[in-house]
């Protein structure tokens, strides 16, 4: 049985955490480093099965080659890395029954132990180009039962740019709207509506108590509407999910540096969806 839990839960339980761990810095200086690295940036670690090492969640972050965008940091699929990914591997272990990985992982989609992991991450797919070679393996991996989320990318001409490269992958598949209705968006934590997460740099406060949620584009496209769309398998299993107009990751990163984005973007949205996410995919 699945136990929905609510946002105000979810603060307190994280507030307690916070409190425990006294004062120690949940990764949030955010500084991408090239190639890999073993610096936890202050997230605390925890202790594995070394009985079971195949037995956790790990999670997997996608390499891409081709630029993706000049956002903050350089932006590509480097984005938010790694702090966002250690971050929310310890709130998936902290606020589930999940075992899960303190180390989470980088491939690119063409390594074989892609096939290893039900889960991969791509940020950042506003200006990305497949190759043919990531093509196939990513049309072989969701078709074989794995699970692409894609994140953090706004506007119509980043959206369009993705639909292509995902239309290489499916070409007789396309991606829908789900519905607020649908489980992925209640199966833990029971939503009540899609949530947009800005980047930290763009959250702000009105003096009349509006909050802004959405980040601005060159384009000029209306951002103010997060989507989160689908393409389904044969089974309508999800096997992309795309959130746009949002980005969760810096939810996951930032959680640390600003009370108020913590509690509103962080707590409110950005945890609940990403482990609602990750339950979605590994039960099905």
């Known amino acids: 049985m699945i136990v929905r839990l609510s946002p105000r839960n979810m603060l307190l339980g994280l507030t307690t955490v916070i409190v425990l761990c006294s004062g120690v810095a949940m990764a949030q200086r955010g500084w991408w480093r090239d190639g890999p690295s073993t610096d936890r940036n202050g997230v605390p670690d925890w202790e594995i099965d070394e009985e079971f090492p195949s ?3 790990t999670f997997v972050r996608i ?9 903050r940091r350089g932006g590509s699929w480097r ?22 990985n303190p180390e989470p992982i980088v491939l690119e989609l063409t390594d074989e132990e892609l096939f ?32 692409l989320m894609v994140d953090d990318f706004w506007g119509d001409s980043q959206y369009e740019n993705l639909r292509w490269e995902l239309q290489r992958v499916f070409p007789d598949r396309t ?11 209640h ?16 959250a702000r406060r009105g003096y009349n108590g509006s909050i802004g949620t959405f980040e601005r ?40 540096e600003d ?26």
């Open 79 to 100: 984005t938010d890395h790694r702090d966002s990914d250690l971050n929310f591997s310890l709130r998936l272990q902290q606020l589930t029954t999940l075992k899960v």
């Open 175 to 185: 991606p829908k709207e789900v519905p607020l209705s649908h489980e992925i968006f």
């Open 259 to 284: 009370q108020w984005y913590f509690e509103e973007f962080s707590v409110k949205k950005a945890y609940p969806m990403g482990i609602n996410i990750v339950t979605y995919a590994m039960t099905h």
């Open 217 to 256: 584009t060159r384009d000029g496209s209306d951002t103010s509407t997060p989507h989160y769309r689908a393409i389904y398998d044969d089974a309508d299993r999800i096997m992309v999910f795309i959130c746009h107009n949002t980005d969760l990751g810096d939810g996951w990163e930032r959680e640390g």
């Open 116 to 147: 290893d992991y039900p889960f991969i991450y791509i940020i950042e797919p506003g200006s990305l180009v497949f190759s043919e070679a990531e093509v196939n393996a990513l049309r072989r991996y969701c078709l074989n039962g794995g699970f």
């Open 63 to 71: 390499k891409y080659d081709s630029y993706g965008g000049r956002g």
């Open 55 to 57: 037995d956790m969640f």
């Open 187 to 202: 199966n833990v934590y029971d939503l009540k509506e899609k949530p947009q997460v800005p980047a930290i740099n763009s």
